[in-house]
């Protein structure tokens, strides 16, 4: 299951806000526990930082060169 969430100033840390449907499709609660994967939006979509590179604003690239940022980008250790 994946969804969009954002992170709030909670006292000194941060904490990320599931939205209440979520909730209940899992049927969480206090004190449950979950297992997270976690990226950062932008970084992640690669395509779609290519597509809007590619309507000819940004710089151009050959194929490979698309080729290794996207694999740089997949096999990347967060």
Do not use: C, H, N
């Not at 994946?2 to 840390?13: F, M, N, P, R, Y």
């Not at 899992?26 to 939006?41: D, H, I, N, Y």
């Not at 932008?42 to 000819?56: E, I, N, R």
């Not at 698309?66 to 997949?74: A, C, M, P, S």
């Amino acid at each position: 299951m994946e969804t969009l969430v954002k992170a709030k100033k909670w006292g000194s840390s941060l904490g990320l806000v599931i939205p209440k449907e979520m909730v209940k499709e899992m049927g969480a609660q206090e004190k449950s526990e979950f297992v997270m994967s976690l990226r950062p939006t932008g970084k992640s979509d690669v395509l779609k930082q290519a597509f809007g590179k590619l309507k000819g604003k940004g710089e151009r690239k050959t194929a490979q060169e698309w080729k290794d940022e996207f694999r740089r980008t997949l096999y990347k250790e967060w």
